[in-house]
């Protein structure tokens, strides 16, 4: 599917109303398609939480099945930046449209074979390493995913509400999460262990397939995004993208994977090895953590966008450094929480380390993808993203559970992301904030 000229010239001499209705679309079909993804992607998490241990790593000590569950986990977070790569070229090439549709149907379709993969009593080592196998597809297509999202809306949209259009994308993440997660929590509260082990797990993922076809009718009627049909149009699109923008904005993606440290990596603690964590202590149970995790998701649901709208009017740098100057100042009390209050107490400490993270995850997104050239920003904001799964994302839970079990306290893992926060700190003030500029004009990414 190859952008053609009709497209092209209705892209760029779209009437008002038209860009009204394109723009209202572009939101919907990047948030569709997010929540759609990360639907998937959590649904993996959660799993790789409460039921992979057991049923694809049977033999294996309690602590030795959690680290080989995470690092399945972590093998998706991997090859993101292989699907960055690969997608960023299509993306800045073909057009952000195109590309999408077939990062939608790699994750969707994956997601949906976990969802009938037989355990290893079954058929013995082949599972876990179909397992892998399948988390590697799904780490691609979420690599790939992510930029043309976020750049549908934002590129279609008013440049002066880039921060509000391009957090629609980003919403996707806490509605998957909600979706996820919530699904998880009702067939956990609703079947017995036995029961939930044995089939009830993979119902949410078999749904995959649902969201799919719906995701599939939204992205099929949105046309490319004015900005990347004028670079066509111009006759301005690069030969290989992924190649210039690593030559030429190396820098800016370094950074952009650096700035995500302290959003990034204790997301996945308060989502995922949170499940782990608290369910050591017997009178918590693995719904009522999934219930906590889910109250804070749809309170991110409201916030990224309000924290979003907010960067347009302060600046992204900001609102940035502000939640992750939260985030380091949670990261002790959270674990002391965890570790030694009632329910009440870590309920609310669960849903604060969330906020946190909806201050930055926001405005992340135009962050991000303002710090590229249109003809470049498919691939080199895509990399930039994805590049901080190898080193933050991906390893957290693993680096979490090995922490603990060579330290004896949690504490060990506090300081883990208070240096993630460190790290962040010192990449959002090294990238120029472009919030106000207008980033059609190529003079504004002149060194």
Same mark, same amino acid.
């Given at each position: 599917?190859?952008?053609?000229?009709?497209?092209?010239?209705?892209?760029?001499?779209?009437?008002?109303?038209?860009?009204?209705?394109?723009?209202?679309?572009?939101?919907?079909?990047?948030?569709?398609?997010?929540?759609?993804?990360?639907?998937?992607?959590?649904?993996?998490?959660?799993?790789a939480?409460?039921?992979?241990?057991?049923?694809?790593? $049977?033999?294996?000590?309690?602590?030795?099945?959690?680290?080989?569950?995470?690092?399945?986990?972590?093998?998706?977070?991997?090859?993101?930046?292989?699907?960055?790569?690969?997608?960023?070229?299509?993306?800045?090439?073909?057009?952000?449209?195109t590309?999408?549709?077939?990062?939608?149907?790699?994750?969707?379709?994956?997601?949906?074979?976990?969802?009938?993969l &037989?355990?290893?009593?079954?058929?013995?080592?082949?599972? &876990?390493?179909?397992?892998?196998?399948?988390?590697?597809?799904?780490?691609?297509?979420?690599?790939?995913?992510?930029?043309?999202?976020?750049?549908?809306?934002?590129?279609?949209?008013?440049?002066?509400?880039?921060?509000?259009?391009?957090?629609?994308?980003?919403?996707?993440?806490?509605?998957?999460?909600?979706?996820?997660?919530?699904?998880?929590?009702?067939?956990?509260?609703?079947?017995?262990?036995?029961?939930?082990?044995?089939?009830?797990?993979?119902?949410?993922?078999?749904?995959?397939?649902?969201?799919?076809?719906?995701?599939?009718?939204?992205?099929?009627?949105?046309?490319?995004? $004015?900005?990347?049909?004028?670079?066509?149009?111009?006759?301005?699109?690069?030969?290989?993208?992924?190649?210039?923008?690593?030559r030429h904005?190396?820098?800016?993606?370094?950074?952009?994977?650096?700035?995500?440290?302290?959003?990034?990596? &204790?997301?996945?603690?308060?989502?995922?090895?949170?499940?782990?964590?608290?369910?050591?202590?017997?009178?918590?149970?693995?719904?009522?953590?999934?219930?906590?995790?889910?109250?804070?998701?749809?309170?991110?649901?409201?916030?990224? $966008?309000?924290?979003?709208?907010?960067?347009?009017?302060?600046?992204?740098?900001?609102?940035?450094?502000?939640?992750?100057?939260?985030?380091?100042?949670?990261?002790?009390?959270?674990?002391?929480?965890?570790s030694?209050?009632?329910?009440?107490?870590?309920?609310?400490?669960?849903?604060?380390?969330?906020?946190?993270?909806?201050?930055?995850?926001? $405005?992340?997104?135009?962050?991000?993808?303002?710090?590229?050239p249109?003809?470049?920003?498919?691939?080199?904001a895509?990399?930039?993203?994805?590049?901080?799964?190898?080193?933050?994302?991906? &390893?957290?839970?693993?680096?979490?559970?090995?922490?603990?079990?060579?330290?004896?306290?949690?504490?060990?893992?506090?300081?883990?992301?208070?240096?993630?926060?460190?790290?962040?700190?010192?990449?959002?003030?090294?990238l120029?904030?472009?919030?106000?500029?207008?980033?059609?004009?190529?003079?504004?990414?002149?060194?």
């Amino acid at each position: 599917m190859v952008l053609g000229d009709n497209e092209v010239t209705q892209s760029v001499d779209a009437s008002t109303r038209d860009r009204r209705v394109q723009v209202r679309r572009a939101a919907l079909a990047g948030s569709i398609g997010t929540t759609i993804e990360w639907y998937d992607f959590f649904l993996y998490n959660t799993a790789a939480a409460l039921v992979f241990p057991h049923l694809f790593f $049977p033999s294996s000590t309690g602590y030795a099945g959690v680290m080989q569950s995470f690092a399945t986990y972590a093998v998706g977070f991997a090859a993101r930046p292989v699907g960055a790569a690969i997608f960023g070229h299509w993306g800045d090439r073909l057009g952000r449209k195109t590309t999408l549709i077939v990062t939608l149907l790699l994750m969707g379709l994956s997601s949906a074979v976990v969802g009938l993969l &037989p355990g290893t009593a079954s058929i013995g080592f082949a599972a &876990p390493l179909i397992l892998v196998l399948l988390r590697l597809v799904q780490g691609i297509a979420i690599g790939g995913e992510w930029s043309g999202s976020v750049l549908l809306a934002m590129e279609w949209g008013d440049q002066r509400r880039r921060g509000l259009l391009a957090s629609f994308a980003q919403v996707g993440v806490p509605v998957g999460l909600v979706l996820g997660t919530g699904g998880m929590t009702l067939l956990s509260a609703t079947l017995s262990r036995a029961e939930f082990d044995a089939w009830g797990w993979r119902i949410p993922f078999l749904l995959s397939l649902v969201l799919v076809a719906i995701g599939l009718v939204i992205r099929l009627r949105i046309l490319e995004t $004015p900005m990347f049909a004028a670079v066509v149009a111009e006759k301005k699109t690069s030969r290989a993208p992924v190649k210039d923008a690593v030559r030429h904005h190396w820098r800016e993606i370094l950074l952009s994977a650096g700035l995500r440290f302290s959003e990034q990596l &204790p997301f996945y603690l308060f989502t995922s090895y949170v499940l782990v964590y608290v369910v050591q202590r017997p009178e918590f149970s693995n719904t009522f953590v999934l219930t906590a995790v889910l109250v804070g998701a749809a309170a991110e649901l409201v916030l990224i $966008p309000v924290f979003s709208q907010l960067s347009d009017r302060v600046g992204r740098k900001r609102v940035y450094l502000s939640g992750s100057v939260l985030t380091a100042a949670i990261a002790f009390p959270y674990f002391t929480v965890l570790s030694h209050s009632g329910h009440a107490l870590i309920f609310v400490v669960i849903i604060v380390s969330l906020i946190a993270h909806a201050m930055q995850y926001g $405005p992340q997104a135009a962050l991000i993808g303002e710090s590229f050239p249109t003809h470049l920003r498919y691939g080199g904001a895509g990399l930039g993203y994805q590049l901080a799964s190898v080193f933050a994302g991906g &390893p957290a839970p693993l680096l979490a559970t090995w922490l603990l079990h060579k330290t004896g306290t949690p504490y060990s893992i506090s300081i883990y992301i208070v240096l993630s926060a460190v790290v962040t700190v010192l990449c959002v003030i090294a990238l120029p904030d472009r919030s106000k500029a207008d980033i059609t004009d190529p003079s504004v990414y002149a060194r």
